[in-house]
C-alpha cells in the first residue's frame, strides 16, 4: 500500500516537478543499475541531489531505491520524517553520535542483502556548493560487506546552485547527471573511495560548464 | 466561410478552412518525415542517425502547439509561458552568473508571469499592449539592474546586469510576441489570430527544416565556419528561397496582406529566422555547449528549438501590425 503511494507520489508528482524546476539531463543513463544489490554514489551539494538521482531511475525500480539519509537530518519526526522515510524511502544513518558498538551501516546492509539499491553521498555531508570534500569509508565498508553489489559513480552539477546548504530560497537551475562505469570491491578500504573520488571527479569534464563565480 | 465546426453540449470548436488544411499539410509532413526516418537511417546509418528521435520530438511538439492554437489564446499563452520560462532556465544555468545574483535569477523568472499576465491583463490597463511593449525592456531592466546593486557585489557587474538582460529580452519578451499574437480579434485575419500565430509557427519552423534538407543534399560551402560550421551557403539559400515562396504563395489564405507587404515579410522573415539560429549557435560556443539542454530527444534544449523564432516573432508581430492589423 506504501510501497504503491511512493511509487506514484514519485512517479506523478515528485517527478514531474523535479523535471520541470531542474531539468534533469542525464549523459550515460544506460549505465546505471537495472537492478540491486547496487549502490549509486555521487557527490553530495543539496537535498535536491537526492530528488534528481531518484528521477534518474524508471518506474519499475523506483520501490527498490533507497537514498542513505543522515538521521539528524531528516528523521527529526512529525511529516517530514514521514515524507523522507515512506516518499523519498530513505534509509535513516546516525552520524557522529553514534556509540561504538552500534553499527551505524546495519540498515544499509540490510538493504542491500533486501536486493534494494542505495544512493549514497560518500562525502557524507553537503558542504560549499559545487565543491567536492573528502571521502567518508562507509560506502566501502558496504562493498566490503556485499562485494556483489556494483558500485556506479554519479557526477552531479546544478543542484547546489538551486538550493546551496544554508540556504531556504530555491532558485530553479537546470541540473546534470554523468554516469560513469561501475567498480568493484578492491580490498582496500581508502584504496576504494580513492579510486571512487577519481572517477566522479573524472565524469565532471563531460557535464556542460560551470560558469558560477 | 467554410470550415470546419465541431460542437456538442457543452463545447464547440470552429476551425478556419485555412488551419485545417494547415493542420493537414503538417500532419501530411509529420507522417512523411516518420517514413522517412524508417527508411534513411537503415540505408545510410551514420548520416541519419538523429531523424528518428527528431521526427518523435516533432510530433510531441505539433500536438502540443496545435492543441494550444485549438484551444484559444489562454491555453496558448500558457504553453508559450511554460516554454520561455524553460528556455530562460536553460539559458541562466549555462550562462555566467554570480553567487549573489540567485535572487536576480528569481526575479528573471517572475519576469515569465508579469509579462505573460499583461496578455490576460485586459480590465486592468486602457491598452495593455502599450504595457506589453514596455515591460520586459524597460521596467524590467530598471528593477534587476537596481536589485542587483542593491546587493552590493561589483565584480562582474555589468556583465551579469547584461547577461540576465539578454536572457529576458530573447527568452521571454521575444517568445511572447507568438502569445499576443493570439489576441488579434478574429475578423481581422483571414483564418483568425491561429491561423496568424501558426502560420508564423510553420514558416519559421519550415525554415529551418528546409535549410536542413538543402544542407545535407547539396551544402559544399560553409557560411559561418567560427559560429555554425554545419550551415552552408547551399543550405541558408536553398531554405531562404523556399520558404519566401511558400510563405508568398500561403499568406493570402492566413494573413490581411496586400501582395507587395507579403513579398516584404516573405523576404524579412527567413532571413530573420537564420539569424536568430546563428546568434544562439554564437552564444552557446561561448558558452561552450553544443545543446542547451538535453530536454528534447533529437533536438537539444528547448532554445535549440526555439532559436530562430526568438527574431522570427517579434519582426512578424511588428510588420503584421504596422501593415494590417488595426488591434495593435
Not at chain 1, 537526492?50 to 531505491?65: G, N, S, W, Y
Not at chain 1, 580490498?187 to 563565480?213: M, Q
Amino acid at each position: 500500500m506504501l510501497q504503491t503511494l511512493r511509487r506514484y507520489a514519485l512517479m506523478f508528482v515528485v517527478r514531474p516537478i523535479a523535471r520541470l524546476l531542474f531539468g534533469l539531463d542525464v549523459i550515460g543513463a544506460e549505465k546505471l543499475p537495472r537492478d540491486g544489490p547496487a549502490i549509486v554514489a555521487a557527490n553530495h551539494n543539496s537535498h535536491v541531489d537526492t530528488i534528481v538521482l531518484l528521477c534518474l531511475f524508471p518506474a519499475r525500480l523506483l520501490h527498490k531505491v533507497r537514498p542513505v539519509a543522515a538521521a539528524d537530518h531528516f528523521d527529526k519526526g512529525g511529516f517530514g520524517s514521514w515524507f523522507s522515510r515512506n516518499i523519498i524511502g530513505i534509509i535513516p544513518i546516525k552520524r557522529g553520535a553514534a556509540s561504538r558498538h552500534e553499527d551505524v551501516l546495519a540498515g544499509a546492509k540490510q538493504a542491500l542483502a533486501r536486493g534494494e539499491i542505495l544512493v549514497v553521498f560518500p562525502e557524507g555531508s553537503r558542504g560549499a556548493p559545487e565543491e567536492m570534500t573528502r571521502f567518508k569509508t562507509g560506502v566501502a565498508r558496504l562493498v566490503e560487506y556485499m562485494p556483489a553489489a556494483p558500485v556506479t559513480p554519479v557526477y552531479l552539477q546544478g543542484a547546489g546552485r538551486s538550493l546551496p546548504k544554508d540556504s531556504r530560497l530555491l532558485v530553479p537551475f537546470n541540473t546534470t547527471a554523468v554516469v560513469g562505469d561501475h567498480l568493484t570491491w578492491n580490498g582496500s578500504h581508502h584504496g576504494f573511495i580513492d579510486e571512487l573520488r577519481t572517477r566522479i571527479e573524472a565524469l565532471k569534464a563531460e557535464a556542460p560548464p560551470l560558469r558560477w563565480r | 466561410m467554410s470550415g470546419l465546426t465541431v460542437s456538442g453540449e457543452t463545447f464547440a470548436i470552429h476551425l478556419p478552412e485555412a488551419l485545417l488544411f494547415g493542420f493537414l499539410g503538417v500532419l501530411a509532413l509529420l507522417i512523411l518525415g516518420t517514413v522517412a526516418a524508417l527508411i534513411l537511417p537503415a540505408m545510410q546509418p551514420t548520416k541519419w542517425s538523429d531523424l528518428g528521435p527528431r521526427m518523435r520530438s516533432w510530433w510531441v511538439i505539433a500536438l502540443l502547439v496545435g492543441g494550444a492554437l485549438i484551444a484559444g489564446w489562454q491555453a496558448t499563452a500558457i504553453l508559450f509561458a511554460l516554454i520561455s520560462f524553460l528556455a530562460l532556465k536553460e539559458f541562466l544555468t549555462l550562462a555566467p552568473t554570480r553567487k549573489e545574483d540567485r535572487l536576480i535569477v528569481l526575479l528573471a523568472y517572475l519576469t515569465v508571469f508579469v509579462n505573460y499576465g499583461l496578455i490576460f491583463a485586459d480590465t486592468l490597463f486602457e491598452d495593455s499592449y502599450q504595457v506589453y511593449l514596455v515591460f520586459a525592456p524597460v521596467y524590467a531592466f530598471l528593477i534587476m539592474t537596481a536589485a542587483m546593486s542593491w546587493i552590493g557585489r561589483t565584480e562582474g557587474y555589468l556583465a551579469t546586469v547584461g547577461i540576465v538582460q539578454w536572457g529576458v529580452i530573447v527568452c521571454v519578451y521575444n517568445i511572447g510576441y507568438i502569445a499576443l499574437l493570439m489576441r488579434t480579434p478574429g475578423a481581422e485575419a483571414p483564418a483568425g489570430a491561429a491561423g496568424l500565430v501558426f502560420f508564423l509557427l510553420f514558416i519559421t519552423q519550415l525554415n529551418d527544416v528546409a535549410q536542413y534538407c538543402w544542407g545535407k543534399l547539396l551544402g559544399r560551402t560553409k557560411i559561418t565556419p567560427r559560429v555554425s560550421p554545419n550551415k552552408t551557403w547551399e543550405g541558408a539559400l536553398g531554405g531562404w528561397l523556399t520558404t519566401a515562396l511558400v510563405f508568398y504563395f500561403l499568406a493570402p489564405s492566413f494573413t490581411p496582406l496586400s501582395p507587395v507587404q507579403a513579398a516584404i515579410m516573405a523576404i524579412v522573415i527567413p532571413a530573420a529566422g537564420f539569424f536568430g539560429d546563428i546568434t544562439m549557435s554564437a552564444i552557446k560556443r561561448d558558452l561552450g555547449v553544443k545543446d542547451t539542454s538535453r530536454l528534447i530527444p533529437g533536438h537539444g534544449g528547448v532554445l535549440d528549438r526555439l532559436d530562430s523564432l526568438t527574431f522570427a516573432a517579434p519582426l512578424y508581430f511588428h510588420l503584421l501590425a504596422y501593415f494590417a492589423i488595426e488591434r495593435f
